[in-house]
């Protein structure tokens, strides 16, 4: 399991590579958005070296408010214009993963539409994607995109997409934490996770891990389950970066009580076998 954390794209993109790996993560969530971090301005061979002269990896990340299902054509094909300059940074820096915020402002439009519309730009992007070597992963969330079936309405037609799972988003707008139904149900082509903590409600608060209602211990008790070592940025957003710190140690400590609980239990489970 590696462990990151995102850089502020209204902050010098070089400078945040730095902290993010002074403070010990293992890679740095790149999110490529104006206005420091704008895929048509940024130095990719300086990015790169910084990348490399500290020994980070990288998990693409991208804008959330792109209009991806947008009525107007004119804009849509603007969206995937902005993703196709993002995919070909992130394939020159070596990134396996790109994001996708699955977009639902279609205003008058019904679900059919936002469906397609979506599945559209996932599949024009595709080629492209392939070309660069860089997977397209979407995320969900709260208020459309957050059960099961809702995701399965992008998964299933496209099976070459990949899930980013966000726990915290699972949290919102719903009845209870989705997290474990989306795992059951797609854990197979889980990619990344976004983790962080809220009060569930609406409000997407980005908490560090422990400050909110969402049972940090058990969603890493299930991400084990369902199979997944890769890797989980902590969306922690407050101005003190102790925050983060405690959160990524909180992090590798549940990480590792998990799977000891886990490989004892396995090798109880041997013996028993074994013995009758």
């Not at 996708?100 to 559209?120: E, G, K, M």
Request: contains cysteine; charged residues 20%; aromatic residues 6%.
């Amino acid at each position: 399991m590696l462990i990151g954390t995102m850089n502020h794209p209204a902050k010098d993109l070089l400078s945040e590579i730095k902290w993010i790996a002074a403070m010990g993560f293992d890679f740095v969530d790149l999110t490529l958005e104006p206005p420091r971090a704008d895929a048509h301005s940024i130095n990719v061979g300086a990015v790169r070296a910084a990348l490399e002269a500290v020994n980070l990896k990288a998990v693409g990340h991208t804008a959330y408010y792109l209009p991806l299902c947008s009525p107007f054509e004119s804009l849509r094909r603007a969206a995937v214009e902005e993703l196709m300059a993002c995919l070909k940074i992130f394939g020159d820096l070596g990134v396996s993963w790109m994001n996708l915020h699955p977009d639902r402002q279609a205003p008058f439009c019904d679900r059919r539409y936002v469906i397609s519309r979506n599945i559209q730009t996932l599949r024009e992007l595709l080629p492209y994607a392939r070309e660069v070597g860089v997977g397209l992963m979407i995320e969900n969330l709260p208020e459309g995109f957050n059960t099961v079936s809702q995701l399965g309405e992008l998964l299933e037609p496209v099976p070459e997409l990949g899930l980013h799972l966000d726990i915290g988003h699972a949290n919102l707008l719903v009845e209870s934490n989705t997290t474990d139904d989306i795992l059951e149900a797609y854990g197979t082509r889980l990619q990344h996770v976004h983790l962080h903590d809220n009060k569930g409600g609406s409000s997407d608060l980005h908490l560090p891990l422990g400050s909110g209602n969402i049972d940090t211990a058990h969603y890493v008790r299930s991400l084990q389950n369902a199979g997944y070592d890769g890797t989980i940025t902590l969306e922690v957003f407050t101005p003190d970066r102790r925050h983060l710190e405690y959160s990524r140690d909180l992090l590798k400590q549940l990480w590792d009580q998990a799977a000891t609980t886990k490989s004892t239990r396995l090798t109880e489970s041997a013996l028993i076998r074994s013995a009758t």
